[in-house]
T-cell receptor, first 114, second 113 residues
């Protein structure tokens, strides 16, 4: 079965650089969620989109922005990167009408800021 | 705001034995969902089991079962016949539809041969 795809899987950036993370949800899933998991931390919700509109916002820094496109894939744009942005970034997707609202997680993008 | 508490940072169990991971949560809502996710060393987030708050019956998935106590706001995970492959971080998660999911701090489970 198709799963959530995230690219790249690994990314190394310098401080103050910009990074773009991509997420391709499971086919027919119209809702996308972004999470940030720091070393030894639990995943923290950043932002979510439903039908290309932002549906909820968590602890996403102002330096970050995200959007969902017409094909439902999503991109997380991160500017002025800081050392503390080094983390595993998960994307998850779900079909909006699902009773269980289960979120299916991608493999994550490991971002390292040097 | 919803909060999720996992009071056991680390646990260990012998292979083939049973272990229970604790989770409590705080909410004033009546309609919500609870999940246990497993995160092995690969860091992939894998759904283990889910429970709808309106269902009184405890969810079961093979060797995994939950003890859902709604009044006590408790949602523990029992792993029977533990296997080496069960070694992982386990996150309890709460979601009130259609919002974001809140995770507990996690419990690191080690299954010993």
């Amino acid at each position: 079965a198709a799963g959530v795809i995230q690219s790249p899987r690994h990314l190394i950036k310098e401080k103050r650089e910009t990074a773009t993370l991509k997420c391709y949800p499971i086919p027919r899933h119209d809702t996308v969620y972004w999470y940030q998991q720091g070393p030894g931390q639990d995943p923290q919700f950043l932002i979510s989109f439903y039908e290309k509109m932002q549906s909820d916002k968590g602890s996403i820094p102002d330096r970050f922005s995200a959007q969902q496109f017409s094909d439902y894939h999503s991109e997380l744009n991160m500017s002025s990167l800081e050392l503390g942005d080094s983390a595993l970034y998960f994307c998850a997707s779900s079909p909006h009408e699902t009773v269980y609202n289960e979120q299916f997680f991608g493999p994550g993008t490991r971002l390292t800021v040097l | 705001a919803q909060t999720v508490t996992q009071s056991q940072p680390e646990m260990s169990v012998q292979e083939a034995e049973t272990v229970t991971l604790s989770c409590t949560y705080d909410t004033s809502e009546s309609n919500y969902y609870l999940f246990w996710y497993k995160q092995p060393p690969s860091r992939q987030m894998i759904l283990v089991i889910r429970q709808e708050a309106y269902k009184q019956q405890n969810a079961t998935e093979n060797r995994f079962s939950v003890n859902f106590q709604k009044a006590a706001k408790s949602f523990s995970l029992k792993i029977s016949d533990s296997q080496l492959g069960d070694t992982a971080m386990y996150f309890c998660a709460f979601m009130m539809p259609p919002n974001d999911m809140r995770f507990g701090a996690g419990t690191r489970l080690t299954v010993k041969p």
